[in-house]
């Protein structure tokens, strides 16, 4: 059973930065791509950036790209998200993911099945 725990969500003013963190467990991390998304009220969940399984590749939406790093740290079975320069336009809840495949890259999880956290709020004030 895999298991994802998001945290690091709060409220920050705009320009301010934030990390989340997903921890994962139930299989063997280091052998997956892993990815956040992200749903703002009344939108449907998006992708925000995925990295592959040595953490060598990555890829992000084009909203959030040279703002936010997604990194991961096999040894802990943590993947991050680092988010500077917020908009208020980030607020959503921010959601970890993990392919039901171990043959999905980072550039497919955006239509991959997917194993999700429970998700972590993140509020960007104006």
């Known amino acids: 059973q895999v298991q994802l725990v998001e945290s690091g969500g709060g409220l920050v003013q705009t320009g301010g930065s934030l990390r989340l963190a997903c921890a994962a467990s139930?299989?063997?991390?280091?052998?997956?791509?892993m990815g956040w998304f992200r749903q703002a009220p009344g939108k449907e969940r998006e992708f925000v950036a995925a990295?592959?399984?040595?953490?060598?590749?990555?890829y992000y939406a084009d909203s959030v790209k040279g703002r936010f790093t997604i990194s991961r740290d096999n040894a802990k079975n943590t993947v991050y998200l680092q988010m500077y320069s917020l908009k208020p336009e980030d607020t959503a809840v921010y959601y970890c993911?993990?392919?039901?495949?171990?043959?999905?890259?980072?550039?497919?999880?955006?239509?991959?099945?997917?194993?999700w956290g429970q998700g972590t709020q993140v509020t960007v004030s104006s």
């Open positions: 139930g299989r063997t991390f280091s052998s997956y791509a």
């Open positions: 993911a993990a392919p039901v495949s171990r043959s999905t890259t980072p550039q497919r999880m955006g239509t991959s099945d997917n194993y």
């Open positions: 990295i592959g399984w040595t953490g060598a590749s990555t």
